[in-house]
């Protein structure tokens, strides 16, 4: 048993540092970051954006920035840690554990990804409002807060009877 807890602290643990690394490499790379959020964004609404050193990628005619803040990875680690701290210890063997920290880690990538592209869509007919950062901020909320109850409620599924 006391096995089992030393295996579970070191794989928190071991979560807690790659979100710090992922946090750093994310951020650190803005460019190369924001790139598949650009590229979505000029495919949905044929924008045009620039790239501005330590800034993000500014659409041409001014109507918007994709910063730092809109890359989603304060989200990406919620909800790998969700995940990690909410369900792991549901694996038995130290592989299976493994394997799922591994697993986490895409999911977490990939719905932090949707979910960060949606939220800026849904952002982009509210630009020329006055309000914007609001509404912004709001969208922003209630996706993340959605999306973190949702994921916790699929994973309570999933893992059930694991």
């Given at each position: 048993?006391?096995s089992?807890k030393?295996?579970?602290i070191?794989?928190?643990?071991l979560?807690i540092?790659?979100c710090?690394a992922?946090y750093?490499?994310l951020?650190?790379?803005?460019e190369?970051?924001?790139?598949?959020?650009k590229t979505?964004m000029?495919?949905?609404?044929?924008?045009?954006?620039?790239?501005?050193?330590?800034?993000?990628y500014?659409?041409?005619?001014?109507?918007?920035i994709i910063?730092?803040n809109?890359l989603?990875?304060?989200?990406?680690?919620?909800?790998?840690?969700i995940?990690?701290?909410?369900?792991?210890?549901?694996?038995?063997?130290m592989?299976?554990?493994?394997?799922?920290?591994?697993?986490f880690?895409?999911?977490?990538?990939?719905?932090?990804?949707?979910i960060?592209?949606i939220?800026?869509s849904?952002?982009?007919p509210f630009?020329?409002?006055?309000?914007?950062?609001l509404i912004?901020?709001?969208?922003?909320l209630t996706?993340?807060f959605a999306s973190?109850?949702?994921l916790?409620?699929v994973?309570?599924?999933k893992?059930?009877?694991?």
């Amino acid at each position: 048993m006391i096995s089992v807890k030393r295996n579970d602290i070191f794989l928190y643990a071991l979560s807690i540092m790659i979100c710090a690394a992922s946090y750093v490499i994310l951020t650190g790379y803005i460019e190369l970051s924001l790139f598949p959020h650009k590229t979505v964004m000029e495919y949905l609404f044929n924008f045009n954006f620039v790239f501005i050193e330590d800034v993000g990628y500014a659409q041409t005619n001014g109507l918007f920035i994709i910063a730092r803040n809109c890359l989603g990875v304060k989200l990406f680690i919620n909800l790998f840690l969700i995940m990690v701290f909410g369900f792991l210890h549901r694996y038995a063997e130290m592989k299976h554990k493994i394997a799922a920290v591994i697993k986490f880690y895409s999911i977490a990538l990939v719905l932090a990804f949707v979910i960060t592209v949606i939220r800026i869509s849904a952002s982009v007919p509210f630009c020329t409002w006055d309000r914007f950062h609001l509404i912004h901020n709001v969208i922003s909320l209630t996706l993340y807060f959605a999306s973190g109850l949702a994921l916790f409620f699929v994973m309570e599924r999933k893992t059930t009877g694991i």
